[in-house]
């Protein structure tokens, strides 16, 4: 089925672990993106990259980081992680990136908690 | 600096209408995205305006007046299946997306 997929489902944490949270997408989308999603606040961007081999920073890229070493992966990396960290994470594709109408699509969530 | 507004929380009958309103301000403006999302999963795309009027999808449509800057998602003859969180999003000047922080649409029998 095509989609994107996350892993894991759901994590516990305890800080200052470093934890790479997995996203994968087989729609041959050239845009991904790294959101966090906490009660009461909109989807948070992290960071996002717009082609294979390029990354940019969003809203809230402190203590994050990214790699897009190819078209269909994009992971997160928490270098020590924090307890203001326990979120959800989504990662999304999206196919024209700069282009009005282009439709991110996003993958399940991790649930994570960092103790 | 840029806002997306909406309700936090709406309540309406199964059977009848319910129009959520979102009021955004964004450097620039590329379009308006409304997002459905059920509890515990991810957010599924339901419609996207650019132009003014109203877009009808089945039992939802979205309007948009950009010289307002404002949209609502009308949602019409209401499911229970229906009962989520509605999250509106708009596209700045970057063609990233500013997203408001979704209102929970309770359906009542």
């Known amino acids: 089925i095509a989609g994107i997929t996350q892993a894991p489902t759901s994590q516990i944490l305890a800080a200052g672990r470093r934890m790479t949270l997995r996203c994968t997408q087989d729609m041959r989308h050239n845009a991904m993106y790294w959101y966090r999603q906490d009660l009461g606040l909109g989807l948070r961007l992290i960071h996002y990259?717009?082609?294979?081999?390029?990354?940019g920073k969003g809203e809230v890229p402190d203590g994050y980081s990214v790699s897009r070493a190819n078209t269909d992966d994009f992971p997160l990396t928490l270098a020590s992680a924090v307890p203001s960290q326990t979120s959800v994470y989504f990662c999304a594709s999206s196919d024209s990136p700069g282009l009005a109408a282009d439709t991110q699509y996003f993958g399940p969530g991790t649930r994570l908690t960092v103790l | 600096g840029q806002n997306i507004d909406q309700p936090t929380e709406m309540t309406a009958t199964e059977g009848a209408i319910v129009q959520i309103n979102c009021t955004y301000q964004?450097?620039?403006?590329?379009?308006l995205f409304w997002y459905q999302q059920h509890a515990g999963e991810a957010p599924t795309f339901l419609s996207y305006?650019?132009l003014d009027g109203l877009e009808e999808k089945g039992r939802f449509s979205s309007f948009l007046s950009r010289s307002k800057g404002y949209s609502y998602l009308l949602l019409k003859e209401l499911q229970m299946k229906d009962s989520a969180s509605y999250l509106c999003?708009?596209?700045?000047?970057?063609?990233?997306?500013?997203w408001g922080a979704g209102t929970k649409l309770i359906i009542k029998p």
């Open positions: 964004t450097s620039g403006f590329n379009g």
């Open positions: 999003a708009a596209m700045d000047s970057n063609y990233q997306l500013i």
């Open positions: 990259s717009n082609t294979a081999g390029t990354t």
């Open positions: 305006n650019v």
